[in-house]
């Protein structure tokens, strides 16, 4: 069975610094999706960024960047240039190939960026 | 954000009482999904469904039942309420695309 851990349960930032969140994960399979969700206070979980195992390229999104190293099953995501409104819960997924059915979930991390 | 819409966001109700819970999505997407998820824990599967009249059971054990009548509906229903029952849940759809899926707002269900 597949597992994700995120071992930090939550982090403060100042606005406009840096901040990486860790992600570790278990699996035997070969071929994955890895994600990060982000879910603010009351709101919509939503997509941040998604990583296809095959590819040794680390996915970026604007201000959202992943480090990717698919030996040590390790997925961490870094948030450059910190904003208020990243203020949330981040999840960190893992999926197999062929259907979020699958879709395992760790258990979260409550980042707080401050003014 | 997502078309994926779920009431009622806050419900406070006794035990022993039936209650569903509502999920409607417009983007004509096939899967739908209902995660439970405790405050400060990881999202549960519970149910899912791959399109019409069809209906699973997820990786975690629940009394609710689903049913799926219409692409873009996908009700929950307890039918008797118990302290247990009470948690966050969220429904979410995905579209055949790919492996994204978008959640609605949540329902937060409280057992009194």
């Known amino acids: 069975a597949q597992t994700v851990t995120q071992s930090q349960p939550e982090m403060s930032v100042q606005e406009a610094e840096t901040v990486t969140l860790s992600c570790t994960y278990d699996t035997s399979e070969s071929n994955y999706y890895l994600f990060w969700y982000k879910q603010p206070p009351s709101r919509q979980m939503i997509l941040v960024i998604r990583q296809e195992a095959y590819k040794q390229q680390n996915a970026t999104e604007n201000r959202f960047s992943v480090n990717f190293q698919k030996a040590a099953k390790s997925f961490s995501l870094k948030i450059s240039d910190s904003q208020l409104g990243d203020t949330a819960m981040y999840f960190c997924a893992f999926d197999l190939q062929g259907g979020s059915e699958k879709l395992v979930f760790g258990k979260g991390m409550k980042l707080t960026v401050n003014p | 954000e997502a078309d994926i819409y779920q009431t009622p966001r806050y419900l406070v109700i006794g035990t022993g009482k039936k209650i569903t819970l509502e999920c409607s999505q417009t983007m004509g997407h096939d899967k739908m999904y209902w995660y439970q998820q405790d405050p400060g824990m990881e999202l549960h599967l519970i149910h899912y469904?791959?399109?019409?009249?069809?209906?699973e059971k997820g990786d975690l054990s629940s009394e609710s039942t689903v049913s799926r009548i219409r692409t873009e509906h996908f009700p929950l229903t307890l039918e008797s309420a118990r302290p247990s029952h009470t948690s966050q849940y969220l429904c979410a759809s995905e579209g055949s695309s790919g492996n994204t899926i978008y959640f609605g707002e949540g329902s937060w269900l409280t057992v009194v």
């Open positions: 469904s791959y399109g019409v009249n069809s209906t």
